[in-house]
T-cell receptor, first 112, second 116 residues
Framework: QQPVQSPQAVILREGEDAVINCSSS?????VHWYRQKHGEAPVFLMI?????EQKGHEKISASFNEKKQQSSLYLTASQLSYSGTYFC?????????????FGQGTELSVKP | GAVVSQHPSWVICKSGTSVKIECRSL??????MFWYRQFPKQSLMLMAT?????????EQGVEKDKFLINHASLTLSTLTVTSAHPEDSSFYIC????????????FGPGTRLTVL
C-alpha cells in the first residue's frame, strides 16, 4: 500500500518553513526521504529507522512516529535550492531486501 | 561513495526496436538493484528487483518478456525494453542498495526513453 503524502504541493517564499507529512496504513519499519529535481533522479536525504527517531542535516530535519505510522519532513528557512519533489519511501515488507514503495510526492516550489 | 551511473541518459528509437539501458554501481558492490519507471508528475513505480546471479523478480503487471533484466555482475544490471512502443516512453531509473545496509537506495541519473 502506497504511503500518503501531504500536502501535494506547496509554494514558499525564500526563508519560509514547510512541513511535509508521510503516513501509512501499514506498520512502518523505516522511512526514507528523497528529493527529486525536474528531469533528474531522486537524491537520498535521510533514513529514519526507529520509532521516535529524529534526524537533521543543516536546515532539513525529519521525525518518525512509529506508533502513528507517520513521518514528517521539516524544511526551515527554505532556500531556492530546496525546490523539487519530495518523496517518502517505506519498505514493502520488513527486511525484504530493500524494496521500497514511494508516496505520490510533494512538489515544493521556493520563490525568491 | 555510493555512486550509481546509467547509460544512456536519453534514447530515441523507432517503434518495434529494442533498447538496452545499463545501470552500474561505481564504487560499491550491489547484490540487488531495482528498476523503476516514472511518468511525468507521477511517483516512482517499481518494475522489478534485479538480483545478481539469479532471475529478476517482477512486480505485478510488469511483463517480464517485454522488460528483460540481466544482473551479470555485482556492479552491472541491464534493462532491455523489447519491441518498444510509444506507450513505453518514460523515465527509467535504476537504484542500488548497499549489501547489509538498512536498504537505503542510491539512484542512477535516469534514462529518458522516447519511442516514436
Amino acid at each position: 500500500q502506497q504511503p500518503v503524502q501531504s500536502p501535494q504541493a506547496v509554494i514558499l517564499r525564500e526563508g519560509e518553513d514547510a512541513v511535509i507529512n508521510c503516513s501509512s496504513s501499514k506498520a512502518l519499519y523505516s522511512v526514507h526521504w528523497y528529493r527529486q529535481k525536474h528531469g533528474e533522479a531522486p537524491v537520498f536525504l535521510m533514513i529514519l529507522l526507529k520509532g521516535g527517531e529524529q534526524k537533521g542535516h543543516e536546515k532539513i530535519s525529519a521525525s518518525f512516529n512509529e506508533k502513528k505510522q507517520q513521518s514528517s519532513l521539516y524544511l526551515t528557512a527554505s532556500q531556492l535550492s530546496y525546490s523539487g519533489t519530495y518523496f517518502c519511501g517505506t519498505p514493502m515488507i520488513y527486511n525484504q531486501g530493500g524494496k521500497l514503495i514511494f508516496g505520490q510526492g510533494t512538489e515544493l516550489s521556493v520563490k525568491p | 561513495g555510493a555512486v550509481v551511473s546509467q547509460h544512456p541518459s536519453w534514447v530515441i528509437c523507432k517503434s518495434g526496436t529494442s533498447v538496452k539501458i545499463e545501470c552500474r554501481s561505481l564504487d560499491f558492490q550491489a547484490t540487488t538493484m531495482f528498476w523503476y519507471r516514472q511518468f511525468p508528475k507521477q511517483s516512482l513505480m517499481l518494475m522489478a528487483t534485479s538480483n545478481e546471479g539469479s532471475k529478476a523478480t517482477y512486480e505485478q503487471g510488469v511483463e517480464k518478456d517485454k522488460f528483460l533484466i540481466n544482473h551479470a555482475s555485482l556492479t552491472l544490471s541491464t534493462l532491455t525494453v523489447t519491441s518498444a512502443h510509444p506507450e513505453d516512453s518514460s523515465f527509467y531509473i535504476c537504484s542500488a542498495s548497499l549489501a547489509g545496509g538498512p536498504s537505503t537506495q542510491y539512484f542512477g541519473p535516469g534514462t529518458r526513453l522516447t519511442v516514436l
